[in-house]
């Protein structure tokens, strides 16, 4: 009899890989777990916090009450020792007098109101609260105009159920991005995979001028990103391809992102030590992140600084795509106030390979075609006049056409390298497709 079901995949030496039925069963109860807790803790967060906040501020009535009496109530929450103000109050809505005791929305929700969360001072920070409030005096208060006896003495948001629905909806997210690739992906072979993603995007590219290309070649990458941009000089202006730029990019959003955290855990510390009530747990355990969140700041802003002032490269192509044998004229312009030393324009050909070594997936690339087309000892620009050069590059006949296959690759490229005073050496690379030698160029 068959084995329909196997624990092990293929053997690979003296070690088998994991079964791909059991690793996929084992993603989707992952996802399907964390999407259905994040449901739960949401819809908890959404009917115990925010809602009962939002009534607070926005839909309940104002009233004068007087203050009878005050105290600080104590409580083990989590096994530590915490603390809420408690204040008697007296006040009169919809023509009815009422003796509660109240403080703020958390001390409504819970049974008899007395909920966990209400309990979040210490000590001091809760006699220093009901100090606020002297016995005998008139001061506002809010009542809920469905149930007058729901009261409180003082609104407004607190941080960390909204940070905590923040995060909570992230994981959400998470959770259904991953649950609804794994089903995607559930009992289809990468080959499947890989041929339904270039069967999506075949759709997503529907109308473009050279979807009808792509067609005849479906591995040659697609022109239209490239086509997409008219030039001034020449027809097209190919994009820039930095890895640099990228990794800037890439820092300057972790760190808006990480800082952007940050700063609501700084907001919550600063605003206790101003209310004369201090979270000395909190503050402690922002340290640490706000010192991470400096120096990510100092990182950006000295890679910002190296480069600075290089200023941008354009490149333009006479047509494209090309075809083996196409001779074509390029026009390059920098504009940038930062000398250039030993500055080159390349037309490159490489070939990426993406193998498997045990359970590792690895990626090689090697240079098999190279022709430097300009090479200047020194190239400046300035601001608004660009230093401009022309050239004509050739791809030779029995040059290899652009391919693009999920375990290799056939990648034509312009490439601009030098090396930039007082700053990290300088390379752009600018991509460019060549199709098969029976296609046809589109000028």
Not at 310 to 325: W, Y
């Amino acid at each position: 009899m068959a084995q329909r079901f196997r624990f092990f995949g293929k053997k690979r030496g003296h070690r088998q890989t994991g079964s791909r039925l059991l690793g996929g069963i084992g993603e989707a109860v992952l996802f399907a777990t964390l999407w259905l807790s994040g449901c739960a803790v949401f819809v908890s967060l959404l009917i115990g916090a925010v809602v009962p906040a939002l009534r607070v501020n926005y839909e309940y009535s104002q009233t004068n009450c007087t203050i009878l009496d005050r105290r600080v109530k104590a409580k083990t929450v989590g096994g530590v020792m915490r603390y809420r103000p408690e204040v008697d109050i007296e006040y009169t809505a919809a023509g009815e007098s009422f003796v509660r005791t109240a403080y703020d929305h958390n001390s409504l929700s819970g049974p008899s109101g007395d909920s966990p969360a209400s309990y979040r001072y210490d000590e001091e920070a809760a006699r220093s609260i009901i100090l606020d409030f002297t016995v005998g005096r008139e001061y506002l208060c809010w009542y809920d105009p469905n149930d007058p006896s729901r009261v409180v003495l003082v609104r407004g948001f607190t941080f960390m159920p909204l940070l905590t629905l923040a995060v909570v909806v992230s994981l959400i997210v998470v959770a259904t991005v991953g649950l609804g690739l794994r089903l995607f992906a559930w009992g289809k072979s990468t080959e499947r995979q890989a041929a339904l993603r270039r069967q999506m995007e075949s759709h997503l590219r529907r109308g473009d001028a050279t979807a009808d290309a792509r067609l005849d070649y479906p591995t040659v990458p697609d022109v239209a990103a490239i086509n997409d941009s008219p030039g001034t000089t020449l027809a097209y202006r190919l994009p820039v391809g930095s890895q640099a730029s990228r990794a800037t990019l890439a820092l300057l959003i972790f760190t808006v992102c990480f800082n952007g955290l940050v700063s609501i855990f700084v907001l919550m510390s600063v605003s206790g030590f101003l209310e004369g009530q201090p979270d000395w747990m909190t503050s402690l355990m922002t340290l640490p992140f706000l010192a991470m969140g400096v120096w990510l700041i100092v990182r950006l802003v000295r890679r910002a600084q190296m480069y600075s002032g290089i200023g941008p490269t354009a490149v333009e192509v006479s047509h494209h795509p090309l075809l083996p044998g196409d001779t074509f004229e390029i026009h390059l312009a920098h504009t940038g106030v930062v000398p250039i030393r030993n500055f080159t324009l390349s037309l490159v050909c490489e070939e990426h390979v993406l193998f498997r070594q045990g359970t590792n997936s690895l990626t090689d690339h090697t240079v098999v075609y190279e022709d430097r087309l300009l090479q200047v000892r020194e190239l400046t620009g300035q601001l608004r006049e660009p230093a401009t050069l022309s050239c004509e590059a050739t791809i030779p006949e029995s040059a290899m056409h652009s391919f693009e296959v999920p375990h290799g690759a056939i990648r034509w490229k312009l490439v601009v390298a030098g090396k930039p005073t007082g700053r990290a050496p300088l390379k752009r690379e600018f991509a460019l497709v060549v199709f098969p030698g029976s296609g046809r160029s589109q000028t």
